[in-house]
């Protein structure tokens, strides 16, 4: 066991730590962090007939599965705990790391590991809850054929792209069996010299049959102030989207005397008066970063 602290404060309490549980039998094993060492928690421990068992934090030999596990949760959590982020549920209820811990903890109780071959809860008491998936495994046969195709085809593309991580523009042939190659980006710094038998050629798809391929698409929510129902009001939120091949940033804009499904997105050069708009929308989000 071990705690993560260091979180943002979360929930009704400000709760900025949760604790982190590996195989509940009946020994212990935790670092020596002061809440583990203290008289009270080792006098519980002794109630409890559980042995305690201390090791040095970040020990392989002790430890892995602890601190791999630790790490897996703190990526999950990191998502939810950002500096001035907020999590809104369908009904627009906004909730926050805490209240998302019960359905972290149950997606990855019922994941596979492929250590053990089973879930945690698998595992543990040798069974799994009950999942949306399961739900949706009953009407398999009621699905149409073409999703089922489109679910094969799916699975074998992310299957081969896993497989082939990176395209080599040149390499040269280091020894009978093996080949050098240069790798660019995320893949400069592992090793640079494969066996043969991981080396594929690429096969370049020609235009003819995919004449659709490069073709651009204008997005048809995306309008002229010039055209608008009013005067702007003000601007509510912003984005940035590839039109016509090259990156440009949007904004909804709340048009005066008008609801809300009345908003549009518009580029900054038509709205007037753009920069007070964009003045008070950057101050309204620095001023719900800080609360």
């Not at 549920?89 to 790391?97: E, I, K, N, V």
Request: a positive charge; charged letters at 30%; proline letters at 5%.
């Amino acid at each position: 066991m071990d705690w993560v602290t260091g979180l943002v404060p979360g929930g009704k309490e400000t709760f900025n730590s949760f604790l982190v549980m590996v195989d509940r039998y009946s020994k212990s094993v935790s670092d020596r962090d002061t809440k583990f060492t203290s008289e009270f928690w080792t006098n519980f421990y002794d109630m409890l007939g559980t042995k305690l068992a201390f090791y040095t934090a970040y020990n392989p030999q002790t430890d892995g599965l602890d601190e791999r596990m630790i790490q897996t949760m703190e990526d999950i959590i990191r998502r939810f705990c950002a500096y001035g982020m907020e999590y809104k549920d369908p009904a627009g209820y906004t909730q926050d790391w805490v209240t998302l811990l019960p359905a972290v903890q149950l997606a990855y109780n019922t994941s596979q590991s492929p250590t053990t071959g089973g879930s945690p809860s698998l595992v543990e008491k040798g069974w799994n809850p009950l999942l949306p998936v399961d739900h949706l495994k009953k009407n398999l046969l009621n699905i149409h054929h073409t999703a089922k195709d489109f679910h094969y085809m799916w699975k074998r593309a992310c299957d081969t792209a896993a497989k082939c991580l990176a395209e080599a523009k040149e390499y040269k042939k280091q020894r009978k069996n093996a080949l050098g190659v240069r790798l660019t980006e995320e893949f400069s710094r592992k090793q640079p010299v494969f066996p043969v038998s991981l080396v594929k050629p690429y096969l370049h798809t020609g235009e003819d049959r995919f004449p659709s391929k490069n073709q651009t698409y204008i997005l048809q929510d995306i309008v002229e102030v010039e055209d608008s129902p009013g005067p702007v009001k003000r601007i509510i939120e912003a984005r940035k989207i590839k039109l016509n091949g090259k990156d440009q940033r949007q904004y909804l804009v709340r048009f005066k005397n008008q609801t809300a499904h009345k908003d549009k997105w518009s580029a900054e050069a038509p709205i007037k008066d753009s920069h007070l708009h964009l003045r008070r929308f950057r101050d309204c989000r620095r001023a719900e970063q800080s609360h």
